[in-house]
Each structure stands twice: as structure tokens, then as C-alpha cells.
């Protein structure tokens, strides 16, 4: 298999756990420090800098962030600014929806109103956070959210919903793709009916609960009913978008035929962002519990594979060059990733030893390391 790395030098200060040696450092005495392939720990940064170094070589793949590819220059901190003006703008943008989707469903909540031009700004800059594509989701990841979540949640389903929408070429319209994304920052919005007690209760629901909760796609459905303009595709998207294929979801039971396709995409996106978040009643888990959790439930006939596949394929391969830590502590560079047919998850050690985790039954990656 072709790998393509560069060995670029890189200013101790962008040094980061996960990173892989491209040369041996020495100490000053000419006794070797670090191996050349060494994947660097905290403490091991901590040693290169106690020696005074002020830049390593570093071997890193095309799709490993952080640090500039160019070779043999340092990582001057313009060109850093570089880097990180693009992200900058992300945030800047990504943090001014959060206040926007605050603004609209405090008006939900004490007036009972929506504000078309509000959500008309935001379908624009969901628009703008989804043009990264697939890669717009490792930004996502990077987001903190607490007793926001309902905000950031909202403003994560109509990025991915873009995103899953675009890559399965069903909604080719401008008017569709704007309409999927107000579906997606609207999936949730029967959930300001829901006492914050009960929403963001830290253990187990309680039957009573559960059937609250679950009401949620049922209360917005007749809140939309006050709202002519709210188009027929998005009402649908938001009933339906815990139903599931095969009819196991909720409220109505109702299986692929009868599913809107907004609510195919919408119910992926859910699930993709509720996994990889961070909420006040859990942890997050890794995109690639995420992914397991979508393909298994594609092959069960939940998730329409039309929607799914796509978004799995491009997640995938985004993923493919990240460092991962397996659940046995173990760090290494994940060189190859194949989903279709036997799978294959091929994970290279500092030692140069490639793995196949999926192999190894005992052995998961338990999350990404950069
Ligand atoms: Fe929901
Ligand atoms: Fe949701």
C-alpha cells in the first residue's frame, strides 16, 4: 500500500502528544534520546525541550492537522496564524450561530415565535461551516459544550445534514438544501417543552420520563401547525427523525416507506452528533464507536444505506493518517481503513509494526489522539 508522509520540521512549541519522529533527536552528549519513529508522549516533549531543542523533524501523513505541511521550513507561528485564520473564521462563525439558535428558541420558548430572518442567517452560515465538507466534523469534535448543548446540537445536525444530504446527491436544489438544513436546526425544537430537569437528568429515565422525552418530534409537529411557511418536507423531517427504517423508532412507528427522506438524513446525523459530543449527562465517545453504531444499524435495517453509506465512506477516510489510541493504551498512526467487504483496520506502531485491530477481537480503537 502507497503511504504518503512528508518529514517536516516542526517548532517545539506545535509539538503534540501523537506525534511521530521523522529522525532521532540526540541529547548533547551524543547518546541517543528518542528514536526516529518514537510516537511522543507529554513527557517525552518535556525532555526534547529540558535539552534545549527548539525543532524536531516530525514524519506526518497529508491528512494529520496541527502543523503546516511544508518541508524542511520551521512552523513559524505566521505561518501557524495561517492555519488557524481559517479555523478562526470556523469558530468565529460557528460561536455567532450558537448565539443565533439562543436568540430563536428564546422567542420559541417565552413568544411562542419564529423569526424567519434569524433562521434565514443561520441556514446561510450552516451553509458556510458545511463547505469544509467531511472535515468539518473534526472541527466539530474540538467544540466544548455544556448546558448549551441543545444550542450546539442543533447547529451540529443542520451541518451534518448538509454535509450526509450532499453526499447522497438526492437533494440537488438550492431550495431542498436549505430547506434539509432548517430541518436539521429545527429537529430538536419540540424539546424546549421538556423540563430542563428531566432533558439533562444526569441517570436513568424513568418510564414516565422516557415517554416525556420521546415526545419531543410529536410537540413540534403541532407547533409547526401555527407556521404556513414551514414547508411540508421540513414538518415531516422533524416528526419522523427518531422513527427508523424498520420501524422501530418513535412516536408513530412509522418504517422506510412512509419515512420522509429528510428524516432518513436527519436520524443519522442525530446519532453521529449525540455520539461524538460531550454532554452534561455523559461523555462522548469516539467517531468510531459513532460509525460502528451507524453501519451496524444500516445492516439492521434501521438507516437507510442511500444516506449512510456516503457519510460513513467519507468519514472513514478522513479518519485514515489520525494517531488512535487502542483500549489497551496503546498509541499508532492509522495507515488504512477499508469498511467495504472484510474489513481491514490497519494501525502502525512506533516500532514500525502494523497491527490489524479488526483481527484482534479483544482489541477497539478507543478514541483519536490528534
Ligand atoms: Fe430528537
Ligand atoms: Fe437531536
Known amino acids: 500500500m502507497a503511504e504518503r508522509y512528508n518529514i517536516i520540521r516542526c517548532s517545539i512549541h506545535q509539538l503534540r502528544p501523537g506525534f511521530e519522529l521523522g529522525e532521532s533527536v540526540f541529547s548533547p552528549d551524543g547518546s541517543g534520546l528518542l528514536h526516529a519513529g ?10 526534547i525541550i529540558n535539552y534545549g531543542f527548539d525543532s524536531v523533524r516530525i514524519r506526518q501523513t497529508v491528512l494529520t492537522p496541527e502543523v503546516e505541511l511544508v518541508a524542511e521550513e520551521y512552523c513559524e507561528p505566521d505561518m501557524a496564524a495561517g492555519a488557524s485564520e481559517q479555523e478562526s473564521e470556523f469558530f468565529g462563525i460557528y460561536s455567532r450561530s450558537l448565539q443565533d439558535m ?10 411562542r415565535q419564529l423569526d424567519y430572518n434569524l433562521l434565514d442567517t443561520l441556514i446561510d452560515s450552516v451553509i458556510y461551516l458545511s463547505s469544509r465538507g467531511i472535515a468539518a466534523t473534526a472541527l466539530l469534535h474540538t467544540t466544548t459544550r455544556s448546558e448549551d448543548y441543545l444550542f450546539h446540537h442543533s447547529v451540529n445536525v443542520g451541518i451534518l445534514a448538509n454535509i450526509i444530504g450532499g453526499l447522497s446527491g438526492a437533494f440537488s436544489s438550492t431550495q431542498q438544501q436549505r430547506n434539509l438544513i432548517l430541518a436539521g436546526i429545527l429537529h430538536d425544537i419540540g424539546k424546549l417543552e421538556i423540563p430542563s430537569k428531566v432533558l439533562y437528568k444526569s441517570g436513568a429515565l424513568t418510564e414516565d420520563e422516557l415517554t416525556t422525552v420521546r415526545q419531543h418530534p410529536a410537540i413540534a409537529f403541532k407547533f409547526f401547525s401555527h407556521y404556513k411557511e414551514i414547508p411540508e418536507s421540513v414538518r415531516f423531517g422533524v416528526l419522523q427523525h427518531h422513527e427508523r427504517d424498520d420501524g422501530s423508532g418513535y412516536p408513530l412507528h412509522t418504517n422506510a416507506a412512509k419515512n420522509h427522506p429528510f428524516a432518513k438524513v436527519l436520524g443519522i446525523a442525530d446519532v453521529y452528533d449525540a455520539m461524538t459530543s460531550k454532554k452534561v449527562y455523559g461523555q462522548e465517545v469516539s467517531p468510531f464507536a459513532a460509525i460502528d453504531t451507524i453501519q451496524a444499524d444500516t445492516f439492521a435495517g434501521k438507516f437507510s444505506p442511500d444516506y449512510s453509506t456516503p457519510f460513513l465512506h467519507e468519514l472513514c477516510q478522513t479518519l485514515i493518517g489520525r494517531y488512535v489510541m487502542l483500549n489497551d493504551g496503546r498509541t499508532g498512526q492509522l495507515v488504512f481503513w477499508n469498511r467495504c467487504g472484510k474489513e481491514n483496520c490497519l494501525v502502525r506502531f512506533s516500532d514500525g509494526k502494523i497491527l490489524d485491530v479488526s483481527q484482534q477481537p479483544s482489541l477497539k480503537i478507543a478514541k483519536l489522539v490528534c
Open 38 to 47: 518514537t510516537i511522543l508522549t507529554e513527557k517525552q516533549i518535556e525532555r
Open 102 to 111: 439562543k436568540k430563536c428558541f428564546t422567542l420559541v420558548r417565552l413568544e
